[in-house]
C-alpha cells in the first residue's frame, strides 16, 4: 500500500525557530493530511490539502504539495515549547477510504 | 461536545482471553476506522467502515475483527490476543459527502493493551 514517510525523524529547535516537516509517498492521492500527537494522546488534525491544491496556510502552519514529487512538507513559524509533539502526514487511496500515516517526525521546541 | 470515546483506557489481559474495545461517536459521521500505533512504525490502520454494515480491511486485519450495527459504534474485537497485539489503539471518524470520505479525522483518546 501507499505510504507517508516524514524526515526528518527528528528535530530539536529553540523557541522563536521554525520547523519544516517533509512527507514523501508513493501514489496518486486525493489529499494529504497533517495531524498533531501530544505524547501518547490521541492525534489531532491539523491541515487538510487536496492534490489540486499547491499551498494551505492556517495559523502559524503552512503546509505545501508537490504531486509532480510526490511530497508535502509542514512549516510551523515562530514555534512555541506547546508546539513540542510528534507530527504525522496521511495519504488516502484513491477512494478515500484507506488511509496510510508515516512513522512521523518527534519535534522538540526547547524555551 | 463532538467527540470519539473508547473503552478501555487501559486493559492488561492474557493470551487467548477474548475482549472487545469500544469506539463511538457522536457526529453521525458514516466513516469510522481502527488503528494500531507501534513505535518507529506510525499508525497503521486495521479496518475501516463506510456506513452501517460496511466494513473493509485495512493493512493489518490479521488477529481482529470489527462490526457496524450502528452508525456511531464501532468495536474492536479481539478473538484470542497474543502478545504481538500490544499495542497502542485508535479509532477515528470522519465525514462524508456523496460518497467521499477525504475529509478530517478525529481521534478517540487511544486504548492502551498488553497482551501477556
Known amino acids: 500500500s501507499q505510504q507517508g514517510e516524514e524526515d526528518p525523524q527528528a528535530l530539536s529547535i529553540q523557541e522563536g525557530e521554525n520547523a519544516t516537516m517533509n512527507c514523501s509517498y508513493k501514489?496518486?492521492?486525493?489529499?494529504l493530511q497533517w495531524y498533531r500527537q501530544n505524547s501518547g494522546r490521541g492525534l489531532v488534525h491539523l491541515i487538510l490539502i487536496r492534490s489540486n491544491e499547491r499551498e494551505k496556510h492556517s495559523g502559524r502552519l503552512r503546509v505545501t504539495l508537490d504531486t509532480s514529487k510526490k511530497s508535502s512538507s509542514l512549516l510551523i513559524t515562530a514555534s512555541r515549547a506547546a508546539d513540542t509533539a510528534s507530527y504525522f502526514c496521511a495519504t488516502d487511496d484513491n477512494y478515500g477510504q484507506n488511509f496510510v500515516f508515516g512513522p512521523g517526525t518527534r519535534l522538540s521546541v526547547l524555551p | 461536545e463532538a467527540q470519539v470515546t473508547q473503552n478501555p483506557r487501559y486493559l492488561i489481559t492474557v493470551t487467548g482471553k477474548k475482549l472487545t474495545v469500544t469506539c463511538s461517536q457522536n457526529m453521525n459521521h458514516e466513516y469510522m476506522s481502527w488503528y494500531r500505533q507501534d513505535p518507529g512504525l506510525g499508525l497503521r490502520q486495521i479496518y475501516y467502515?463506510?456506513?452501517?454494515?460496511?466494513?473493509d480491511k485495512g493493512d493489518v486485519p490479521e488477529g481482529y475483527k470489527v462490526s457496524r450495527k450502528e452508525k456511531r459504534n464501532f468495536p474492536l474485537i479481539l478473538e484470542s490476543p497474543s502478545p504481538n497485539q500490544t499495542s497502542l489503539y485508535f479509532c477515528?471518524?470522519?465525514?462524508?459527502?456523496?460518497?467521499?470520505?477525504?475529509?478530517?479525522?478525529?481521534f478517540g483518546p487511544g486504548t492502551r493493551l498488553t497482551v501477556t
Open positions: 477515528a471518524s470522519s465525514l462524508s459527502k456523496r460518497g467521499v470520505f477525504n475529509y478530517e479525522q478525529y
Open positions: 467502515s463506510m456506513n452501517v454494515e460496511v466494513t
Open positions: 501514489t496518486s492521492i486525493n489529499n
